[in-house]
């Protein structure tokens, strides 16, 4: 407990526990100034729906016994909703990944517990039947429960998991949308995803099915008119490009890897399906790592272009000026 919520717990536990006490304490609560756990201690009850409503709006998004699945966005804070920073600041314990920042951790309530669960490829540090009970525990025991996922908890969030297993234990829960990391590398990189003269489709697949025994629809994948945007494939990216080709993409067909989107590190490789491997070889990218594939991505490079020629005519024109 850190020092601030101690010196205000002491000066609650020196007042006697009275009605007006207990009105004080439940304010205190909702600022984050004390646990779920401490206003258990003092003999506080949940408060009604009917009285939340009076104290503070989080009470009325996430109660105590309840838990909310939020999407933390792509990286950036700033692309977080403000219902996704209502939820945390209303929270008592967080369930969180490892794509979820220091920096949106940095801002969770001074008393609010943490527990990581992340994944890695090849490397889970808790297996998801336990992630669903661990957030189950924390219900049952009164806590108001975040579980915090990078992007949007419903786009390859194993989301639809973790609600099963608190239906089944019968806690209620609340949904919080983010922004997909798509959504966040095209923003960051001034692309469309969708564009008349380019794509009239958007497909999102998990590269995670790339294995010999379960492939996607590579015929049905292997389209001009759509954009495709491969999540958790870096590992598989040789055999993306080559089944692409294989039904029938050319292999200057283009595509890129963006690692890091939206954050200040965010790295961008263009290329083609033909070159890609070759290129992420001499140019090598960490994970997380999103593969688009499309027309759409000679936007974005031919922006890289423009910018870069107009940059470079601006030098000139300052040092013939100087």
């Given at each position: 407990?850190?020092?601030?919520?101690?010196?205000?717990?002491?000066?609650?536990?020196?007042?006697?526990?009275?009605?007006?006490?207990?009105?004080?304490?439940?304010?205190?609560?909702?600022?984050?100034?004390?646990?779920?756990?401490?206003?258990?201690?003092?003999?506080?009850?949940?408060?009604?729906?009917?009285?939340?409503?009076?104290?503070?709006?989080?009470?009325?998004?996430?109660?105590?016994?309840?838990?909310?699945?939020?999407?933390?966005?792509?990286?950036?804070?700033?692309?977080?909703?403000?219902?996704?920073?209502?939820?945390?600041?209303?929270?008592?314990?967080?369930?969180?990944?490892?794509?979820?920042?220091?920096?949106?951790?940095?801002?969770?309530?001074?008393?609010?517990?943490?527990?990581?669960?992340?994944?890695?490829?090849?490397?889970?540090?808790?297996?998801?039947?336990?992630?669903?009970?661990?957030?189950?525990?924390?219900?049952?025991?009164?806590?108001?429960?975040?579980?915090?996922?990078?992007?949007?908890?419903?786009?390859?969030?194993?989301?639809?998991?973790?609600?099963?297993?608190?239906?089944?234990?019968?806690?209620?829960?609340?949904?919080?949308?983010?922004?997909?990391?798509?959504?966040?590398?095209?923003?960051?990189?001034?692309?469309?995803?969708?564009?008349?003269?380019?794509?009239?489709?958007?497909?999102?697949?998990?590269?995670?099915?790339?294995?010999?025994?379960?492939?996607?629809?590579?015929?049905?994948?292997?389209?001009?008119?759509?954009?495709?945007?491969?999540?958790?494939?870096?590992?598989?990216?040789?055999?993306?490009?080559?089944?692409?080709?294989?039904?029938?993409?050319?292999?200057?067909?283009?595509?890129?890897?963006?690692?890091?989107?939206?954050?200040?590190?965010?790295?961008?490789?263009?290329?083609?399906?033909?070159?890609?491997?070759?290129?992420?070889?001499?140019?090598?990218?960490?994970?997380?790592?999103?593969?688009?594939?499309?027309?759409?991505?000679?936007?974005a490079a031919g922006r890289d272009l423009v910018m870069a020629a107009a940059m470079a005519h601006s030098s000139e024109?300052?040092?013939?000026?100087?």
């Open positions: 407990m850190s020092g601030l919520i101690r010196w205000k717990w002491r000066d609650l536990m020196a007042s006697s526990i009275n009605s007006a006490t207990l009105g004080i304490s439940m304010a205190r609560l909702t600022e984050g100034l004390l646990s779920r756990r401490e206003w258990r201690a003092i003999g506080g009850q949940a408060p009604s729906r009917t009285d939340a409503g009076a104290i503070t709006p989080a009470w009325g998004g996430l109660l105590p016994g309840q838990v909310a699945l939020v999407g933390a966005g792509p990286g950036d804070p700033e692309l977080m909703t403000l219902k996704a920073w209502r939820m945390l600041n209303a929270a008592d314990a967080v369930v969180y990944d490892r794509l979820v920042g220091d920096e949106i951790l940095a801002q969770l309530p001074m008393h609010c517990e943490r527990y990581y669960v992340g994944k890695a490829c090849g490397n889970h540090s808790v297996p998801q039947d336990e992630i669903g009970a661990l957030m189950v525990r924390l219900a049952k025991e009164g806590m108001r429960v975040v579980r915090l996922k990078g992007g949007d908890p419903g786009i390859f969030g194993r989301m639809g998991e973790e609600l099963a297993a608190l239906d089944e234990a019968g806690i209620t829960r609340h949904v919080v949308p983010g922004i997909t990391a798509a959504a966040g590398a095209a923003a960051s990189l001034g692309m469309p995803l969708t564009d008349r003269a380019h794509a009239q489709r958007l497909r999102f697949v998990t590269a995670q099915l790339c294995s010999r025994n379960d492939q996607p629809e590579w015929q049905q994948l292997a389209r001009r008119d759509e954009t495709l945007l491969f999540y958790m494939g870096l590992n598989r990216l040789d055999t993306i490009c080559d089944e692409l080709q294989r039904h029938g993409l050319p292999s200057d067909w283009p595509m890129m890897l963006v690692a890091n989107a939206s954050l200040p590190e965010q790295q961008a490789l263009h290329g083609t399906l033909g070159d890609m491997v070759a290129r992420l070889a001499e140019c090598p990218l960490p994970t997380p790592c999103l593969i688009i594939v499309g027309s759409v991505c000679e936007m024109r300052e040092a013939r000026v100087a």
